[in-house]
């Protein structure tokens, strides 16, 4: 597949707070289709990103020992509320992690969107993950529109208004 990150110059790395970009998503110049995503959430329900095409799908990959991941977590969930009713998805996926290491994680920060458990990293290499949290945005043709690479204020209108804008 295409190397996503190549596009994503100036993604931003956590530790870089402070310049305007990193409260924003990037958009990505060449839009590179969304590689294969096809996970069971908790619950068991499987999500697979090309299942959604016609929807746009922000996801987000995430660890349990990653202390920005935990940061963004309530963020994540309020943005989510926003987000939901203009019919986005939001898939969270953790990388690396064991169901029951990502279920101790739940009972600290409850959400109310799908959290899917990717053991093994796999997704990390197709992906082409350098951070973790990493959140991509698929637009409604499955193509990759927005990166973001370390965390995010999920419930800021900077951040909710473009992707917001994309499933209009």
Not at 100 to 116: C, G, H, W
């Amino acid at each position: 597949g295409a190397l996503l990150l190549c596009y994503l110059p100036g993604l931003g790395v956590a530790g870089q707070a402070g310049s305007a970009q990193m409260v924003q998503l990037i958009e990505l110049p060449q839009k590179p289709v969304a590689p294969a995503l096809d996970l069971a959430d908790l619950a068991g329900r499987r999500h697979d990103v090309a299942a959604y095409r016609g929807r746009v799908v922000v996801i987000n990959f995430w660890a349990t020992w990653c202390p920005p991941c935990r940061k963004e977590f309530p963020a994540l969930e309020r943005g989510w509320k926003k987000l939901a009713p203009a019919g986005v998805v939001l898939l969270a996926v953790s990388l690396g992690d064991r169901r029951e290491q990502v279920e101790r994680f739940l009972k600290r920060y409850p959400v109310s969107f799908p959290v899917l458990v990717a053991p093994d990293l796999a997704l990390k290499e197709r992906w082409q993950l350098q951070g973790m949290p990493t959140t991509y945005v698929v637009d409604r043709t499955g193509r990759i529109y927005y990166g973001a690479i370390g965390e995010r204020a999920w419930d800021d209108p900077a951040i909710l208004n473009p992707i917001l804008a994309l499933a209009k």
